[in-house]
């Protein structure tokens, strides 16, 4: 057997390797979604905070599939790893939630998800989920991602994204955001929206879809965060 524990993760942002007698599976911290409806708009208008907003919101973004949301970094991205993905978070058809920078450092180890209210006016739709380190010079570092494609609509309940799992820490003064998206191109094929795969629809065949993602009252959507002790 292996000298130390038998997991061993690397920390981004920390440079070490941690140690886990078992995989790490802490008890899931909410960050909850909130907005101005601007999120799709004014990178300062979603925002995350841990407790439940006392008021319903809801933003809109269109995802044209012949201008698709492109895909940067990650596991499956051209260019793999961590890239700084400020300019993706600019664009329309992204909605970004940010988190006030922190009041102290913030150390991640294990599973990550999002569980987010979404409709959409077409059959299908795809719902991305990037998880990023934002710094306070405005550079913004991926940390990991989930996509997962919906057909038949949403039926009121939330839409879980499992992220791949990861291990990182957030310097104090940092803040995190998760950005939301219709599209990763060319990591995953475009949904054509039609409820047909991607593979069986013709070009001309795919629709220009409009995403309402809700939040707050009824529709309570978070993020669940694997947050562990330093």
């Known amino acids: 057997p292996p000298e130390g524990a038998p997991v061993q993760l690397y920390e981004m942002g920390g440079d070490r390797w941690r140690g886990f007698d078992t995989w790490p599976e802490p008890q899931p911290m909410p960050w909850h979604l909130a907005s101005d409806g601007l999120a799709a708009t004014d990178i300062e208008s979603g ?12 933003d809109r973004f269109v995802f044209d599939p012949f201008r698709p949301t492109p895909a940067e970094g990650g596991h499956t991205g051209p260019t793999a790893g961590a890239v700084d993905r400020a300019a993706i978070d600019q664009r329309a058809d992204v909605a970004t939630f940010t988190t006030p920078p922190l009041r102290a450092d913030l150390h991640l180890a294990g599973d990550v998800a999002a569980e987010i209210f979404a409709e959409s006016d077409r059959p299908s739709f795809d719902l991305c989920a990037v998880l990023s380190d934002v710094e306070p010079d405005g550079r913004v570092w991926n940390l990991t991602q989930g996509i997962v494609r919906v057909d038949g609509g949403s039926a009121g309940q939330p839409i879980r994204v499992d992220m791949r799992a990861t291990c990182a820490v957030l310097r104090a003064g940092h803040r995190l955001r998760l950005s939301l998206s219709a599209g990763a191109f060319p990591a995953y094929s475009v949904n054509p929206g039609t409820g047909a795969r991607a593979g069986q629809a013709a070009v001309h065949e795919q629709c220009v879809t409009t995403l309402r993602i809700r939040h707050g009252g009824e529709a309570p959507s978070r993020l669940l965060l694997p947050a562990v002790p330093a």
């Open 47 to 58: 925002r995350l905070e841990t407790s439940p907003p006392a008021a319903a919101g809801e």
